[in-house]
């Protein structure tokens, strides 16, 4: 009878492991023990670091968030392309460049996918790239001070969204255009759309030492939409591939009629064969007009300069450049995997996942096997370039990532899940949900020829019940995977800022040891620096009035002020004197028409004020620098537009 | 006696790291410095740790009313140090190599070291003075006063030698890699002495 009983148990247990197992589906609900386990895995203690650095796009913030994981915790929002009162960054008079384009100042924008630099295929963490989906821009930070350092304007873009994508020795960071436009722009009916708009690809190069940005070339392609791209690498390394949709050409209600092509293409490019073109002579300058701003550490101040012409290439002038790879069903992600072979197109409005060979598709050019052309461009047989796909992993494939070990995740838009699939195989190895609708997933080094796994990470666009209640306008959810085994393990759940596109993410070790503490007070080069209390001064100019101000410890320099005048244009040209890691401090004037200033040590920020009110105006610092913050502060006096009062300043004594 | 003399050479000698390497070191942290700022004092001067650390050591002083750090012509010790040692580690070069040829007596050895003692407390006791000046000998008008409890006002002095907590500082006061030198240059220079001595009593014996 004890027996008996035994082997039932044993019976059962073993049926309870099975479903468990198959069912996995339900394993985000665990509790009791094999919670507090979980616990564990994403519990960094107070005051130790997170194992890797996540860089996660902050979508229509503009922005660019930074943060550590497993924990999930957010260390920085890095001003790119949005106006940041907190640092005063687009505000300050240094900063205001970096925001300028051929539109003129653009206080705002929409930040998508972040990709950091790579040396040989493998992620460097020099710098990190992110485009501008709306005014086309490529913006370039620096991973020592976590600064945005460059922006540059992308001519004959719309939409900007095929971006920021840099091939295996950061030769190229890469730009497509999501929207089709007239290329140059001009003034045309929109129903002419077909056959006349251009899709422009843009290949920026990168100078190896400093990062600076230079458009090497723009093809011109047909007036598809260009959605998503990735470098090829290892053996396809020198190709670059973009996935289109409206292949149609429809310029209106796109839903429907962007949908009707059973195929639209993976557009490969051969941007060697290319580079040696234009390095021959090859392409034609076009006019054009686009930003280019570059923000200098030793001056402390960007500047912006307007360039006038684009070298554009037609592809059908670079025979055996481009190629068109039949995609099924408007594909979305273009992902390419560590060793380079596979390419996969995630159609979004496919059943199955289509992975291309790149070994096949040299075949098949080197065969000649077409299945006729497109604008010139020749489209290879869907068969022939076919590696395999993935047989009804989910519903609305977007995006894939890889782990290093063979293994492939694609996230599941509609079906809201992520599935890890094997690639060779194309089995699918397991499927975990996410809360809700993951759109881009991260792994660390994940689009490299190295991904340094561990993790995953799922950015979902709708959050609904994960947190406390905001009212109607939430933050994005995240969600983070244990990938160190066979299944994938959801570990924690945690917001992001704005929408999250895509993130990048890398072990923190080479960053963390590169990050800067202060600026070197000694090398500021900024042109109304004042690097002692001694070379503080006031100079009028005309209606221009120059405050060459000082901070440290707890005191500005000067701080007492008199004769401004209403009318006045007055700067404040602030330099922290600290050389102290982590002691900023801030300026902030009442009736201040921008934001306040920070200023890290070593630095000078400028901020104009001008007064329109007649009194004695106080000023302050506004960052908690010391014990006697509170006294620091100060008081410029402004009198009547017609008044004589003599423009004299002090600081510890009076003005007589 | 010939390998008393050359311990002897060696031991002086080993005076000269004092050139290349600090003296003593003096460490600040605080619960706003996890990574404490930190003072290297060499014979001829005072060096931060990091290459800012006697700024911003003297910019926290400021508050307090302590004089700043003093630079190398502010104190004619660290013009008088380095000659000193430079001297004593000659002279003890030449004991030695007189000693190797048996030209003078080892006692000699002990000469020198009880000469480089009484040396040494004399550059202890006027190291001491300076750090009880520095610590004492505030700005009557410091923006932060702080009393005893019996109404004198409280001695920032760090130590000369150990641990000690001044308000929010961990101040931790040790030799350093030329101070070790020092001190087993002449801990040898004792050696060559019984080595000598030895060498001296089998002599006599014979």
């Known amino acids: ?656 | 006696m010939k390998k008393a003399g050359i311990i002897m050479i060696i031991g002086s000698l080993l005076l000269l790291g004092l050139f290349k390497f600090p003296l003593w070191n003096i460490m600040l942290g605080a619960p706003q410095y996890p990574e404490p700022l930190g003072m290297n004092i060499y014979i001829d001067g005072i060096k931060g740790v990091s290459e800012f650390d006697l700024q911003n050591i003297d910019g926290l002083n400021h508050y307090i009313g302590m004089k700043t750090i003093p630079k190398p012509n502010e104190m004619w010790e660290f013009s008088v140090f380095p000659k000193v040692i430079l001297g004593m580690a000659l002279l003890g070069a030449i004991i030695g190599l007189l000693g190797i040829f048996n030209k003078i007596s080892y006692k000699f050895f002990l000469g020198w070291f009880i000469l480089m003692s009484v040396l040494g407390v004399l550059g202890m006791y006027d190291f001491n003075n300076w750090l009880i000046d520095y610590g004492s000998n505030l700005d009557p008008h410091a923006i932060i006063k702080v009393t005893n409890p019996d109404g004198t006002p409280m001695s920032y002095k760090p130590p000369l030698l150990g641990f000690q907590k001044l308000l929010n500082f961990d101040v931790t006061s040790l030799p350093h890699t030329g101070g070790y030198l020092m001190f087993v240059g002449m801990s040898l220079t004792l050696v060559a002495f019984w080595f000598g001595r030895k060498a001296s009593l089998k002599k006599t014996t014979q």
Request: net charge negative.
């Open chain 1, 1 to 656: 009878m004890k027996n008996l009983l035994k082997s039932t148990l044993a019976i059962l247990g073993a049926l309870v492991a099975f479903t468990s197992c198959n069912n996995s589906a339900n394993s985000g609900g665990k509790s009791g023990a094999l919670a507090s386990n979980i616990a564990e895995k994403v519990y960094v203690a107070p005051g130790e670091h997170d194992e890797f650095y996540a860089f996660i796009s902050g979508g229509y913030s503009g922005n660019l968030t930074v943060y550590g994981l497993p924990s999930g915790r957010m260390f920085k929002e890095i001003p790119v392309f949005s106006q940041f009162p907190t640092s005063g960054y687009g505000y300050s008079e240094e900063t205001k460049p970096m925001l300028n384009t051929s539109h003129g100042f653009i206080p705002w924008g929409d930040s998508h996918h972040p990709d950091i630099s790579q040396t040989n295929g493998e992620i460097d963490g020099r710098f990190i790239f992110i485009n501008e989906n709306n005014t086309p821009r490529i913006a370039k930070i620096d991973l020592t001070t976590f600064e945005t350092t460059e922006i540059i304007e992308v001519p004959n873009s719309a939409g900007n969204h095929s971006s920021s994508f840099v091939t295996e020795n950061t030769e190229y960071v890469v730009a497509g255009t999501r929207f089709s436009v007239p290329v140059p722009q001009r003034d045309m009916p929109i129903s002419e759309y077909k056959g006349n708009f251009q899709g422009a690809l843009s290949f920026i190069s990168v100078e190896p030492e400093h990062g600076h940005m230079d458009i090497k070339f723009q093809l011109l392609m047909p007036g598809f939409n260009y959605d998503l791209s990735h470098p090829g690498r290892g053996k396809s390394h020198g190709w670059f591939f973009f996935t289109t949709y409206n292949t149609e050409e429809a310029n209106t209600l796109l839903e429907v009629n962007a949908s009707q092509n059973d195929k639209d293409f993976i557009a490969a490019i051969n941007w060697k064969k290319i580079e040696e073109y234009v390095n021959n002579g090859g392409g034609t300058m076009m006019p054009a007009e686009y930003a280019h701003n570059v923000y200098d550490e030793v001056t402390h101040t960007a500047t912006s300069t307007m360039k006038k012409e684009v070298r554009v290439v037609n592809p059908s002038d670079v025979p055996g450049a481009v190629y068109f790879l039949p995609t099924p069903k408007s594909p979305h992600g273009c992902d390419v995997d560590p060793s380079g072979e596979y390419i996969v197109g995630n159609g979004k409005l496919s059943a199955n996942l289509t992975v291309h060979s790149f070994t096949k598709m040299l075949d098949a050019i080197e065969n000649k096997k077409f299945d006729g052309e497109a604008y010139g461009i020749p489209i290879l047989k869907f068969e022939d370039v076919l590696a395999g796909s993935v047989e009804q992993p989910g519903l609305g494939p977007l995006h894939t990532e890889f782990d290093g070990e063979g293994n492939a995740y694609t996230t599941f838009f509609i079906s809201s899940e992520v599935v890890k699939w094997k690639l060779g195989t194309w089995e699918v190895i397991d499927r975990k949900p996410t809360y809700y609708s993951v759109g881009h997933l991260t792994i660390p080094g994940g689009n490299s020829r190295k991904p340094q796994g561990k993790y995953m990470f799922a950015m979902n666009k709708i959050t609904k019940d994960r947190y406390l209640p905001t009212g109607p306008e939430l933050e994005h959810s995240a969600q983070l995977y244990d990938i160190s085994g066979d299944k994938m393990e959801l570990l924690l759940d945690f917001p992001t800022h704005g929408e999250p596109h895509y993130a990048a993410a890398m072990r923190a070790d080479i960053i963390k040891e590169r990050s800067k503490k202060i600026y070197s007070l000694a090398e500021n080069n900024h042109d109304y620096a004042a690097k002692s209390d001694a070379d503080t001064k006031v100079v009028r100019k005309g209606n221009e009035v120059h405050i060459y101000m000082t901070t440290i410890r707890s005191h500005f320099s000067p701080d007492n002020i008199e004769g401004i005048k209403v009318g006045d244009k007055v700067y404040f040209h602030v330099t922290n004197l600290e050389q102290d890691f982590d002691v900023p401090h801030g300026f902030a004037v009442l009736g201040q028409n921008t934001s306040e200033l920070l200023i890290m040590p070593g630095q000078t920020k400028s901020s104009v004020w001008e007064p329109t009110k007649v009194g004695v105006w106080p000023f302050y610092c506004t960052d908690f620098c010391s014990a006697l913050h509170q006294e620091m502060q100060g008081y410029i006096r402004v009198s009547p537009a017609n008044s004589n009062v003599p423009l004299k300043w002090s600081m510890g004594e009076n003005i007589e």
